[in-house]
């Protein structure tokens, strides 16, 4: 499983390029006069819009007088943020910019009020799931979404693997997707992952009123580099949002420890988890009438 991503690296040297700039001293618009560039054109490298060609970088390294060493450490950067990626070959099913940061994330940190997240759910939860979320998808698209999917899972099983910490509202096990047998299977394998030492999965329970994570989802995406910030992750519907400023992911952190200082404990999750499953393989007869 590739884990050294270009996404991570291409968002490295964008900021790296930015400190320089300001620490020297220059405007956008002084640099990309110097160098005949549009100032369209910088602004899209030192915010990662677009992977730097490493000939210009090295224009730009050039015209800073960044040193010898620094200089080949950002031009080799440059080469990496340019490699072909797997999820490259899924562009047309996947939102390579989540991916690639998940590829080279240390741990994510998910709050999931609505379904179990991706990550650990079965084939037959994420195809019911791709149904109703992609109606218009034929059957090759959504076999190459399932196929994807099960190729991001290996994050889970690399060396070292992706941590998870999940919290999912209580409604999540409740809700049968597609079919009671679904349901059983999704259950089934949420207490397996419960077994898992990089796998901490725990409830918000029906319980807790009013929460810190009623507005919606979040995932929180860190890395072992320090030179690559946290990242919050916002989807809704076809909109991606990815906040690095350290006030905005301080305050989703914040939120994320409300909802988390509210869930149940892991033992008490996997209890509830068992107690849906139960219900599941045996349900209650009913009475004749």
């Given at each position: 499983m590739?884990?050294?991503?270009?996404?991570v690296?291409?968002r490295r040297?964008?900021r790296?390029l930015r400190?320089i700039?300001?620490d020297?001293g220059?405007?956008?618009?002084?640099v990309?006069?110097?160098?005949d560039?549009?100032?369209?054109?910088l602004?899209r490298?030192?915010?990662g819009?677009?992977?730097?060609h490493?000939?210009?970088?090295a224009?730009?390294l050039?015209h800073?007088?960044?040193?010898?060493?620094?200089?080949e450490?950002l031009i080799t950067l440059?080469?990496?943020?340019?490699?072909?990626s797997?999820?490259?070959?899924?562009?047309?099913?996947?939102?390579?910019?989540?991916v690639?940061?998940?590829?080279?994330?240390s741990?994510?940190?998910?709050?999931?009020?609505?379904?179990?997240?991706e990550?650990?759910?079965v084939?037959?939860?994420a195809?019911a799931?791709?149904?109703?979320?992609?109606?218009?998808a034929g059957?090759?698209e959504?076999?190459?979404r399932?196929?994807?999917?099960?190729?991001?899972?290996?994050n889970?099983?690399?060396t070292?693997?992706?941590?998870?910490d999940?919290?999912?509202?209580?409604?999540?096990l409740?809700?049968?997707?597609?079919s009671?047998?679904t349901?059983?299977r999704q259950?089934e394998h949420?207490?397996s992952?419960?077994?898992?030492?990089?796998?901490r999965?725990?409830?918000?329970?029906f319980?807790v009123?009013?929460?810190?994570g009623?507005?919606?989802?979040c995932t929180?995406?860190?890395?072992?580099n320090e030179?690559?910030?946290?990242?919050?992750?916002?989807?809704?519907?076809?909109?991606e949002?990815?906040?690095?400023?350290?006030?905005?992911?301080?305050r989703?952190?914040?939120?994320m420890a409300?909802?988390?200082?509210?869930?149940?404990?892991?033992s008490?999750t996997?209890?509830?988890i068992a107690?849906?499953?139960?219900?599941?393989?045996?349900?209650?007869?009913t009475e004749?009438?």
């Amino acid at each position: 499983m590739q884990r050294q991503s270009p996404t991570v690296r291409q968002r490295r040297l964008a900021r790296e390029l930015r400190r320089i700039r300001e620490d020297s001293g220059l405007r956008t618009a002084e640099v990309a006069r110097s160098l005949d560039w549009s100032v369209a054109k910088l602004s899209r490298i030192e915010t990662g819009q677009i992977r730097a060609h490493w000939g210009d970088v090295a224009d730009l390294l050039d015209h800073y007088r960044v040193g010898p060493a620094q200089r080949e450490a950002l031009i080799t950067l440059a080469r990496e943020a340019r490699q072909r990626s797997w999820w490259s070959a899924y562009s047309d099913v996947l939102s390579n910019a989540y991916v690639g940061l998940e590829a080279e994330a240390s741990s994510v940190w998910l709050w999931c009020p609505q379904l179990v997240p991706e990550l650990l759910q079965v084939d037959d939860y994420a195809h019911a799931v791709l149904k109703v979320t992609h109606p218009t998808a034929g059957v090759e698209e959504q076999r190459r979404r399932i196929e994807a999917l099960g190729l991001r899972r290996q994050n889970l099983e690399r060396t070292p693997a992706l941590s998870v910490d999940a919290i999912v509202d209580e409604s999540v096990l409740c809700r049968v997707v597609d079919s009671a047998r679904t349901r059983q299977r999704q259950l089934e394998h949420l207490l397996s992952c419960g077994n898992r030492d990089n796998v901490r999965l725990r409830v918000l329970p029906f319980t807790v009123g009013a929460h810190a994570g009623i507005d919606g989802a979040c995932t929180i995406l860190s890395f072992d580099n320090e030179r690559d910030p946290d990242v919050v992750y916002v989807s809704s519907g076809e909109t991606e949002v990815f906040l690095e400023n350290g006030d905005e992911v301080a305050r989703h952190r914040r939120r994320m420890a409300a909802v988390a200082a509210t869930a149940l404990e892991e033992s008490e999750t996997r209890a509830l988890i068992a107690s849906y499953y139960e219900s599941c393989t045996n349900p209650e007869p009913t009475e004749r009438e």
